[in-house]
Every structure is written in structure tokens, then in C-alpha cells.
């Protein structure tokens, strides 16, 4: 059974909608995708504790699954609908390199801090064959993301302080020929400050997203000699949290 068809309230079926404002429906066709791959890691241990490691991996997919709008004439509506399904579109693929190294700061550098790092770095590619490029890949995929944390415990006090920022650059997608979803840079940045009064009780002070930036997503569609767009934006905001924590 499919379920009815979701349609945007702008837009009531007596009439018609827009390319950017689709309405949703199921796909009774629909056949599930099927990947065939590789990885391969190396992981290295250094001598006083943390690790450093490397992953690349490559997937092959058969009948990649996608949301795919097209002009239909449908049973609901007098005219003519924009109308959203998932489709399988053919081949693609995605092949990626994943970096990771955890470490103490006097592990490397004598006579620095014992802070403790987090850092990892991937970088992606990928490309959907029946879709013309730049830019044909897998939806949602961005083509890298960083992040680094770091804890810092003090020997004089029982204070540990913390943090941790993670970075998604900003990319493109092309889902069809006259088709792009452009989705903005993503950034959150989160610290914590925790003083352990014994082994059973202890105070932690938290922050998320510190700097907080609003995530934008524009998707473009030409129709014809026409280009329609919509654009949306996200709010975010910083988020404190102060808990107690003790063991009964």
C-alpha cells in the first residue's frame, strides 16, 4: 500500500505547484540498492598510549536510490503536479580517506602540557553516472569534514577543562541536469569545564555550540529559460547545560 501523497500546503491541489515546492509521494517500483567494496586501514600505536590510523574504503552501488521530481499528471489534482518520488537512477560510487590520531601534547613535544588531542580528517568523493557533472554525487555527501578535541586535566586542582570543533566546508550537489542543492558551511564548536569534588561527586559546566552560525541549504531548478530557488535557513543556538553528577 502506498500512503496518499504529501502535498505543501502553499500550494492546495485545485490548482498548481512550483519545481521547489513538489509534492511527495511513494514509489510502488522501488528496488533497494546493492554496494560491493573495499576498505583498507593501518593503525599504529605510539608507545606511551594514543594512536594514529588511516582508513580508505571505495563502494560500487547498483540502483542507487534518490528523490527524483518530475511534471505528472495525478488523480488528486485538476492540473498538473510537481511530484517527488523516490527512483532508482543507475549506477554510482563513493570512495573516501579517513585520518585519526589521538595523542598526549609531551608525547610529541618534550616538556609540554599533558593535553590530550582528538583530531580526524575525511575527505570524500563520489559520483552518480547518469547525472552529468560537476558535481554529480551522493546526496548529503560533503567532500571533507575536520574535527579536533582536547581535555586538559591540572595536577595542582581538580579541574579538567575541554573542547571540541567540528567543521563541515560548505558544498554543492547536482541531482539532475538542471538540478543543485547548494548546502552552507556547518560549524559547531563545544567546551566543558568539570571540578571533581571525590571519586563519587563532581560539578560539570557545558557549553554546545559556541559560535553558533544559522545552516543554510539553497536548491535551484531551471524550468525551461526559467530558474527557481528556495533557500533555507536553520537557526542555531548556544546551549548551556550545569549537572551534578554523584554516585549513590
Not at 53 to 80: C, G, K, W
Not at 158 to 169: A, K
Not at 223 to 244: A, D, F, H, M
Request: net charge positive; charged share 20%; hydrophobic share 35%.
Amino acid at each position: 500500500m502506498i500512503a496518499r501523497p504529501g502535498v505543501d500546503p502553499r500550494y492546495p491541489v485545485s490548482g498548481a505547484n512550483t519545481v521547489v515546492n513538489p509534492d511527495r509521494a511513494g514509489n510502488p517500483n522501488l528496488r533497494p540498492e546493492l554496494a560491493t567494496g573495499v576498505d583498507l586501514a593501518f593503525e599504529s600505536y605510539l608507545r606511551e598510549g594514543g594512536s594514529v590510523s588511516i582508513n580508505l574504503f571505495h563502494r560500487e552501488i547498483q540502483d542507487y536510490m534518490r528523490n527524483v521530481i518530475s511534471l505528472e499528471t495525478v488523480s488528486y489534482s485538476p492540473a498538473q503536479r510537481w511530484v517527488s518520488r523516490m527512483q532508482n537512477v543507475g549506477e554510482a560510487y563513493t570512495q573516501g580517506i579517513e585520518l585519526e590520531a589521538k595523542f598526549r601534547l609531551d608525547q610529541i613535544w618534550s616538556g609540554a602540557p599533558r593535553t590530550e588531542i582528538r583530531s580526524n580528517l575525511s575527505r570524500f568523493n563520489s559520483e552518480v553516472k547518469s547525472v552529468l557533472g560537476p558535481n554529480n554525487r551522493l546526496d548529503q555527501q560533503p567532500r571533507l569534514t575536520g574535527n579536533i578535541g582536547l581535555d586538559h586535566r591540572f595536577r595542582q586542582t581538580p579541574l579538567r577543562l575541554g573542547g571540541n570543533l567540528n567543521i563541515t566546508p560548505g558544498f554543492e550537489t547536482r541531482s539532475e541536469e538542471s538540478a543543485i542543492l547548494r548546502t552552507g558551511l556547518k560549524r559547531v564548536w563545544d567546551a566543558y569545564a568539570l571540578w571533581i569534588f571525590s571519586p563519587n561527586s563532581q560539578l560539570r559546566l557545558s557549553g554546545s555550540n559556541l559560535h553558533p552560525i544559522d545552516f543554510v541549504t539553497t536548491r535551484s531548478q531551471l524550468v525551461g529559460p526559467l530558474r527557481q530557488e528556495i533557500t533555507n535557513v536553520n537557526q542555531s543556538y548556544i546551549n548551556w547545560r550545569i549537572q551534578w553528577e554523584f554516585k549513590l
